[in-house]
């Protein structure tokens, strides 16, 4: 999968998030801009903004498409939800929130495995 697959999927699953997206690649690649860098600059603010406003509907939308990332077979996606999402979840906010009441179980899995350097 491309980047501009991957972003144009993030945005398909969560129509909210797309000012976000626009206003932060607006002075970059629009949708070429690397996922790496719109997930973990990007969608991890957005997350935890909703998290923040109780905006459930939004929040069902974000782990219902990371659960399905994490089900995913491609290596880009894989990588791009391990590294640039829920790594950054969890280095930053997992003593904040937690997140375990809305993964899914996959995502779950993955995010429990994760071996923080």
């Not at 909210?16 to 690649?29: A, G, I, L, R, S």
């Not at 640039?84 to 003593?95: H, R, T, V």
């Given at each position: ?37 719109v997930f973990e600059d990007a969608l991890v603010p957005f997350v935890?903004d909703s998290i923040e406003k109780e905006k459930d509907d939004v929040?069902?939308k974000a782990f219902d498409f990371f659960e399905e990332m994490a ?47």
């Open positions: 999968m491309s980047e501009k697959e991957l972003n144009l999927k993030l945005l398909l699953k969560i129509p909210e998030f797309t000012p976000y997206f626009q206003k932060y690649v607006e002075d970059q690649d629009g949708l070429e801009t690397g996922s790496h860098i935890i929040l069902k089900g995913s077979q491609d290596e880009y996606e894989q990588e791009v939800l391990q590294l640039s999402l829920l790594e950054p979840l969890k280095i930053n906010y997992d003593a904040i929130y937690d997140f375990s009441q809305l993964m899914g179980r996959d995502t779950f899995e993955i995010y429990r495995k994760l071996e923080l350097r």
